[in-house]
């Protein structure tokens, strides 16, 4: 177990300084449909978002019976 910790926390530091080194930059044109995005009316505080639940209810709904098939179970 405590090999298997290390290990895993060794992994963490690591990725932890890769991450230090990703730059990603955004393009005028991205952040412009962003702001489109975001100033849209159902956007807005106080807009009904009760479609959200019942897509995520319905989306749920599809995968509730999958079961896991092959060697890989």
């Known amino acids: 177990m405590k090999s ?3 290990e895993g926390l060794r ?3 690591e ?3 890769l991450a230090k080194s990703i730059r990603i ?3 005028d ?4 449909l962003i702001a489109r995005v975001e100033a849209m009316p159902r956007n807005q505080n106080g807009a009904d978002k009760s479609y959200v639940w019942r897509r995520d209810r319905t989306f749920k709904a599809c995968f ?3 079961r896991l098939v ?3 179970q």
């Open 25 to 27: 930059d955004l393009t």
């Open 64 to 66: 509730e019976n999958v």
């Open 11 to 13: 992994i963490l530091a």
């Open 70 to 72: 092959g060697p890989w």
């Open 29 to 32: 044109d991205y952040l412009q």
């Open 15 to 17: 990725a932890t300084e």
């Open 4 to 6: 298997t910790l290390e």
